[in-house]
C-alpha cells in the first residue's frame, strides 16, 4: 500500500555539509579499490591519547556507565576549570563549565537558550557552515557579513554596527583560529570584539575549538574580557577525539541554569565513557604537542610546495589545520574542480561553497590533518595532474 508521505517542516530545508558528502564519495571510491588521500574532513589522522585510551578501558573492564548529570561529570569540569587558569590565566568556577556532546551540541544549546526565534545572529563570510545551518532549523536568521583581506579575514565592530543598521543584532559568533581560513584574531582585536558586543548587550559566542594548534601569533580566551562571553570548545580537534563526540561550553552565570535544563530534554548527558576518557586526555599534553608538531610539519611543506604547482593564493594559516586556497586560476566552480580532483587525482578536497555562498566557487579547503607521507603524495599527485610536475 502506498501513498504520499505528510509534508516535511520547513526546518529541514538546510544546505547540504559538502564536507560530509565528498567525504561519502570518497568512501565509495575507497571500496572499489581506490587510494585516496583525505584532506576535505577537519579529523585528526591521530587516535586518542594512551591516557585516554586507558581511562575508557578501566571504565569498561571495571566500571558501570550510565547517566551522568546534565553538565557532566564534576571531577572533568573541575580540570577544565583548572585548564583555564593555566592556559588563559582566568578564574572560572567548575559551575559555569559544562560538558556537551561534541561541540555541536554546545551550538544548538546557545543558539535555544539565547535567542527566540527571528533573531538575527551575526557570522562571519567564509565560516563554518553548520553554524548557519543550525540557526536557520531553529528560526533564528544568520547575517553572514563578508570578510576579507582588509581586515586580515576578521569581523570588525564597524561590521557589527553596520549590521545592526538593518535591524536588531541579538549575538555574535566568531571562531577563531577561524575554520575554513585558519587566520586568528589578535588579542586586542578579540577583546575590541567582546567589549563592542558587551556595550550593545548582544551575546558574544566564541568558538574556541581549534586552541591549542596555533603556529603564528597567540591565542586568546574571550574570557578573558568578558565573563559575560560564551566560550564552546571540543575534545576532537586539539585532543585527537573527534568519535568521542565530546566537547565543553563555559556560561555566563545568566544561561547557566537555562542551558542545563533543554540539555535535560535533548540529551539528558554526555556519554559518560567520553567524558572518562575527555578527563584523562587533558593530562596528555606531551603526547597531543607531539601530534602538533606533526601538523606544524605538514603546514610548512603544504606552503612550500602548494605554490610550486600553481596553488599560489594561500590565506594566512595561523592555527587550524586548514589550507584555504584561492582555485579561481584552475576552475570558475570549485565544486566541479574538487570533484574532478576526487576522481582524477585521488585527493579529496572541500569545496568554498560550503563555507562561503557568495565568494566559495573561487575557493577550496585543504586540511593537513593527515600524515606527513600523506601530504607528500598529495602534492605529487597533484602535481602530476595539473601538470605541475617537477
Request: charged share 20%; net charge negative.
Amino acid at each position: 500500500m502506498s501513498g504520499h508521505s505528510p509534508a516535511i517542516s520547513r526546518r529541514s530545508e538546510v544546505a547540504p555539509f559538502l564536507a560530509m558528502d565528498v567525504l561519502s564519495e570518497a568512501a565509495k571510491l575507497e571500496a572499489a579499490g581506490r587510494t585516496i588521500i583525505h584532506m576535505e574532513v577537519g579529523q585528526p589522522a591521530a587516535p586518542a591519547p594512551q591516557e585516554a585510551l586507558a581511562a575508557a578501558r578501566s571504565a569498561l573492564e571495571h566500571g558501570r556507565l550510565g547517566y551522568t548529570e546534565a553538565r557532566g561529570h564534576l571531577s572533568l569540569r573541575q580540570k577544565l576549570s583548572a585548564h583555564y587558569r593555566t592556559a588563559y590565566g582566568v578564574d572560572v568556577p567548575a559551575e559555569r563549565f559544562m560538558a556537551t556532546t561534541g561541540s555541536s551540541a554546545g551550538f544548538n544549546l546557545t543558539f535555544l537558550a539565547a535567542f527566540d526565534p527571528g533573531d538575527r545572529i551575526v557570522l562571519t563570510s567564509p565560516g563554518y557552515p553548520a553554524y548557519r545551518n543550525i540557526l536557520k532549523a531553529l528560526g533564528l536568521v544568520p547575517v553572514e557579513i563578508d570578510v576579507g583581506p582588509e581586515t586580515r579575514w576578521r569581523l570588525t565592530p564597524d561590521h557589527i554596527a553596520r549590521a545592526q543598521k538593518d535591524g536588531p543584532v541579538r549575538g555574535v559568533l566568531v571562531a577563531s583560529p577561524a575554520n575554513p581560513t585558519g587566520t586568528m584574531m589578535s588579542a586586542e582585536a578579540l577583546a575590541e570584539l567582546v567589549d563592542y558586543c558587551d556595550a550593545e548587550r548582544i551575546w558574544f559566542i566564541s568558538d574556541e575549538i581549534y586552541h591549542g594548534l596555533v603556529y603564528e601569533g597567540q591565542q586568546a580566551c574571550a574570557l578573558e574580557t568578558s565573563d559575560q562571553a560564551i566560550i564552546i570548545n571540543s575534545f576532537s580537534k586539539y585532543y585527537c577525539m573527534t568519535g568521542w563526540r565530546i566537547g565543553w561550553m563555559v556560561l555566563p552565570e545568566a544561561l547557566m541554569r537555562p542551558v542545563e535544563r533543554i540539555a535535560q530534554s535533548l540529551y539528558i548527558s554526555p556519554p559518560e565513557l567520553s567524558q572518562i576518557a575527555a578527563s584523562a586526555a587533558l593530562e596528555a599534553r606531551d603526547e597531543l604537542e607531539a601530534v602538533k608538531a606533526g601538523y606544524a610539519r605538514n603546514r610548512e611543506l603544504l606552503l612550500r610546495e602548494l605554490p610550486k604547482i600553481g596553488f599560489d593564493k594561500l590565506l594566512p594559516v595561523d592555527g587550524a589545520f586548514y589550507i584555504y586556497a584561492d582555485t579561481s586560476s584552475f576552475s570558475p566552480d570549485s565544486l566541479e574542480f574538487t570533484r574532478a580532483m576526487l576522481h582524477e587525482a585521488g585527493v579529496a578536497a572541500t569545496p568554498g561553497a560550503d563555507f562561503d555562498v557568495a565568494r566559495g566557487a573561487s575557493y577550496t579547503r585543504l586540511s593537513f590533518a593527515g600524515s606527513y607521507s600523506d601530504m607528500q603524495r598529495a602534492v605529487d599527485s597533484l602535481g602530476s595532474w595539473l601538470g605541475r610536475s617537477d
